[in-house]
């Protein structure tokens, strides 16, 4: 039987859903700001650990300090950065942020436990800057700084952010608590890993490797018995620089076990490798 192949999205309907992404990733974050960081005032830097250090020293209320750092860090981002390269997307991440920051600044706050509000408001975040990923969109903010800071100093982007959110961190030790500020760090972890999970999806496929002398018999029973495609490498072993082909196949999770055991019925002395495939693009896994 033929599979289907999916219909490629409309344009219109892409745009729909990326904007869409955006608006509801920059509501996560904005509620999860109000819920957990800002009353346990836990900077877990970006503008919006800015936003907790100034409320706090100044009063001055977080969505307006936002709005101060995020808007002229996007034009300064176009003008620097390659003109329009950060177009509307950002723009309606980094506007959109502090809009409902602002809506829900007299919610009531979920709990006043500094570890309880570093982990669900790192979960919170991390869900929301993963949907805007997810559409290739970004909300501004200390990301654009960190660009703008790597391209002029030629220093990695990854420790251009890492010092940024780091500096803000540290302020807060001096500001509010070295305890809070180690809380600001677990906040930071929890949101690198969520967006991770949001990005990629909870289920992991896996790759499995296999060498075996009995090819031709492990890879129908492959293709029959799992129908999963099976890709022929080319290999040579390192003692005996005998050719030796290895056979690649990538299925679900859950089809691991039975991928072993088809394997161990066709040859009991095949050396299989199995790995995880963080994502997958194609047909059986996700539409590209």
Request: aromatic share 10%; with cysteine; hydrophobic share 50%.
């Amino acid at each position: 039987m033929t599979k289907r192949k999916a219909k490629p999205v409309q344009p219109w309907l892409q745009t729909a859903m990326d904007y869409s992404y955006i608006l509801l990733g920059s509501a996560f974050v904005a509620v999860a700001f109000n819920l957990f960081l800002l009353p346990n005032r836990i900077a877990s830097g970006g503008v919006s650990g800015i936003s907790t250090i100034v409320y706090d020293v100044f009063g001055i209320e977080p969505a307006f300090t936002q709005w101060a750092f995020n808007i002229p860090l996007f034009i300064l981002g176009m003008l620097l950065l390659g003109g329009m390269k950060y177009g509307m997307k950002t723009l309606v991440g980094t506007a959109f942020i502090p809009f409902v920051v602002f809506l829900t600044r007299h919610i009531e706050p979920a709990t006043s436990d500094p570890l309880l509000g570093a982990l669900f408001g790192g979960i919170g975040v991390g869900i929301g800057l993963g949907l805007a990923f997810r559409a290739n969109g970004s909300t501004g903010g200390t990301d654009l700084a960190a660009q703008i800071v790597h391209k002029y100093t030629g220093i990695s982007l990854g420790a251009c952010v890492f010092i940024i959110d780091g500096m803000i961190v540290l302020t807060s030790a001096f500001v509010f608590s070295i305890e809070l500020a180690l809380y600001a760090l677990i906040a930071l972890f929890v949101t690198g890993k969520t967006i991770d999970l949001v990005q990629m999806g909870v289920g992991y496929s896996k790759i499995a490797l296999i060498i075996s002398d009995q090819q031709d018999t492990v890879k129908r029973s492959i293709l029959t018995d799992i129908d999963r495609g099976v890709t022929k490498l080319s290999g040579y072993g390192g003692y005996t620089d005998e050719e030796r082909p290895v056979l690649m196949c990538v299925v679900h999770q859950r089809e691991v076990t039975k991928l072993k055991q088809v394997v161990k019925t066709a040859d009991p002395k095949a050396f299989v490798i199995v790995a995880n495939a963080t994502e997958v693009l194609g047909e059986g896994f996700k539409i590209q």
